[in-house]
């Protein structure tokens, strides 16, 4: 998993204002191929993606990230938008960083906006205001129903991993990590489960909660894959 690392709130030697470094790894996003392009061709690549794939969170930062490098401000404020049409003012301290982080390029105006909606994320009366370049505003894509249903037919069998999955595509962690915990003590053979949990675990450094699961599992007396000790050495010891 190649994780976006933002730093922000950092202090500016000539610039009282907030600003937001990024840090990407520029090869697993694809920008080497486009290291010619124009601003607005490889905008128009991210932005293409996404409408494809509207809810891949990553693929979110990369076009926020991209249009703050290029100083795009005008499509960093769309950008932005359509983060949290997406989120559905779930994430609340994923969408507050970026914006705090992105305050520099955006008009009093727009981090207004921004911040009025997140602070009505309990009402529906706030509208978001958005320009031409957010590609989900129109519809208002909601992506509040992470349900899948239950069943005893073929076509309606529950899938953790897909479960989890989508709860991490939107900032989701906790709840990502019950649903694998709980699946892989339901399932402990189903080696992509503990492949998708370990990964969750390196990625948010969550020693405690690591360490309770890996003594439940040992508890019950379960094979664990090689790669439990290995994060144990990692997150533990």
């Not at 921004?114 to 590609?135: A, D, M, Q, W």
């Not at 479960?163 to 915990?181: F, G, H, N, P």
Request: hydrophobic share 40%.
């Amino acid at each position: 998993m190649h994780k976006l690392l933002i730093q922000s709130d950092r202090p500016q030697e000539n610039n009282a204002s907030r600003a937001l470094d990024f840090f990407l790894d520029k090869d697993a996003a694809g920008f080497y191929e486009w290291h010619d392009w124009s601003p607005e061709k490889g905008l128009e690549r991210l932005v293409f993606r996404l409408s494809k794939n509207p809810k891949y969170l990553q693929g979110h930062l990369e076009r926020i990230y991209f249009c703050f490098q290029k100083q795009l401000d005008a499509p960093l404020y769309g950008a932005l938008v359509d983060l949290l049409i997406v989120l559905n003012k779930s994430g609340d301290a994923l969408s507050r960083r970026m914006i705090v982080g992105c305050r520099s390029r955006l008009t009093d105006t727009q981090f207004q906006a921004l911040e009025n909606y997140l602070e009505s994320k309990h009402s529906s009366g706030t509208p978001l205001p958005f320009n031409r370049y957010s590609v989900f505003a129109d519809g208002m894509l909601s992506t509040n129903a992470l349900m899948h249903v239950t069943g005893n037919g073929n076509d309606k069998k529950y899938d953790p991993l897909t479960v989890a999955r989508d709860y991490i595509e939107v900032s989701q962690l906790d709840e990502a990590a019950q649903v694998l915990e709980q699946a892989i003590l339901e399932q402990p053979e189903w080696a992509e489960l503990h492949t998708e949990l370990l990964s969750l675990y390196r990625s948010t450094g969550d020693g405690p909660k690591f360490s309770r699961m890996y003594a439940e599992l040992l508890g019950k007396q379960i094979i664990l894959p090689p790669g439990w000790e290995q994060l144990k050495a990692f997150l533990v010891d």
